[in-house]
C-alpha cells in the first residue's frame, strides 16, 4: 500500500493507486526523449533551475516540512532544517557544477589528452523515509547539474514528499521529463533497472534491498551507488571534552527521533571515563522532551511506522533477556503513536541484537573498553562502515583513530554529519560509492578520455 499514515497518531491521511504499467512506460519514454534535449542544455540554464529550486525550499520550509513531519514524523524544527538543508545542497552544485565538471587537460606527450564528464541517461534513485526530501535532493541536485535526469521511487509511506519534490522541480524550470516521481511499490523496481532506458542505480536503504538491487543492476551491467545501514561507533577518550561529547552524544543518537543510518548508535568509552559518561548520558537521555512532533518543544517524535517501533522493541527485549542493562528507558509508551522511550544499554553482551545490529531509534549501546587500542577493535567488530566519532584531545590517538577505523568517515571532536561539500558514503555492509562533493557528481558520468595527436 502506499498511504500517508500520521506515525504520531497512527491516523491515514491519504492513500494513494499506484500508477499503471502504460503510466509507467509513458515515464519511462518521457525520461529518454527529455534526456536527449536536457543534456545539450547550458551550466547556466541548469544553475538558473537549480538556485529557483533553492528558492522555493527557503521561502516554502514551512509548508514543506509539515509535510515531512505529518508524514514520517520527525519534528517540525528538523522537517524546516532539513528543507533548508536541500536548499544548501542546491546552491552548491549550481555554484560549483561547471567548475567540478570542466574538460581536464594531461600531459600526454605528443599532441594532448584530456578527461571529459559527460551524462549518461535517466538514473533511477530509490530512496529512503527517514530524510524524505534531503536523501532526494543530495541525488538530484548533482544529478541534473550534471546533465542526467532522474526518475525517484521513494519509499511507500512518504508519497506526499516524493510528490512535493517532483512539483518543486517543475516549479523551478527544470523541463517536463528533467525530474519524475513513480509512484510504484517495492515489487516493481527490479522491472525498472531491468529497462535499457534506466542507466543507473542509486539506492539508499537496507542492506537486504541494496544486496537486491546491486545483483540485479549488476545482470544488465548498470552501475550502482549504495548507501546501506550504519552502526556508527562514538568513542570518548579521558582527554575528551566531556561537557561537549556527553551533549553532542545526546544528539547524535537522538537526530531525526534515532532514525539516521549516521547515527552515533554504540558508544565507546575508555574505563576511566565511563562512568561518569554513563551517568551524565543517561540522565540527559531521560531529560528529552518526547512529544507530539508538530509541537517545537518536542526533541524526539515517533518512530516512523509501527512496524519498527516493533522491531526496535523486540532489538531491545533480546538484548535485556541475554544481559544487559537499562540505564534509562528500555520500553515502548503508552497511548496512540510509535513512540519508544530514549533509551540507554549497558553491559552489553556479544551475540546480542544491541551488540551487532541496527538499532533504528532512540537506544543508545554503551561499552567499557580499555585504552585505544581496544575501542579500535570494539568499533570496528561489525559488519558495517559508515560513519565513526572519536573524542580525544591527545594527537596522536586522533591520527590513529583517523587511520585504523574502518569507516568511510571519521570524525573528531563532532558529530557525523552530511555536508554538501564533503564525500558521503561508507565501507563494509554499509555500502560503496559516494554521495556529494566532487565525488558524488562524478559517479553517473562517462568519464571520457581523449587523446589528439
Known sequence: MIASINPATGETL????????????????????????????????????????????ESEKDRIGRIMTLEMGKPISAARAEAAKCASACRYYAQSGERLLAEERLDAGAGFGSIRYQPIGPVLAVMPWNFPFWQVFRFAAPALMAGNVGLLKHASNVPQCAIEIEDIHRRAGFPAGAFQNLLVGSRRVHRLIDDRRVKAVSLTGSEGAGAEVAAQAGRQIKKT????????????????????????????????????????????????VYDEFAGRFAEGMAALRVGDPMQEATQVGPLATADILEGLDDQVRRTVAMGARVLTGGKRLPGPGNYYAPTVLADIPPGS????????????????????????????????????????????????????????????????????????????SSGYGRELGIYGIREFLNIKTVRVF
Open 353 to 428: 541484537p544491541a551488540y551487532g545490529e541496527e538499532l533504528f531509534g532512540p537506544v543508545a549501546a554503551l561499552f567499557r573498553v580499555d585504552g585505544v587500542a581496544e575501542a579500535i577493535r570494539r568499533a570496528n567488530d561489525t559488519d558495517f562502515g559508515l560513519g565513526a566519532s572519536a573524542w580525544t584531545e591527545d594527537q596522536q590517538e586522533r591520527e590513529q583513530f583517523i587511520e585504523e577505523l574502518e569507516a568511510g568517515m571519521v570524525f573528531i571532536n563532532g558529530m557525523v554529519a552530511s555536508d554538501a561539500r564533503l564525500p558521503f558514503g561508507g565501507v563494509k
Open 225 to 272: 551507488v549504495l548507501e546501506l545501514g550504519g552502526s556508527d561507533p562514538l568513542i570518548v577518550m579521558p582527554s575528551a571534552n566531556l561537557d561537549r561529547a556527553v551533549r553532542v552524544a545526546i544528539d547524535a543518537r537522538t537526530i531525526n527521533n534515532g532514525q539516521s543510518c549516521i547515527a552515533a548508535k554504540r558508544f565507546i568509552v575508555d574505563a576511566r
Open 14 to 57: 491519504h492513500v494513494f493507486t499506484e500508477l499503471t504499467d502504460s503510466e509507467v512506460e509513458a515515464k519511462l519514454g518521457l525520461a529518454e526523449q527529455t534526456f536527449r534535449a536536457y543534456r545539450q542544455t547550458s551550466f547556466a540554464d541548469r544553475t538558473r533551475w537549480l538556485i529557483a529550486a533553492a528558492d522555493i525550499l
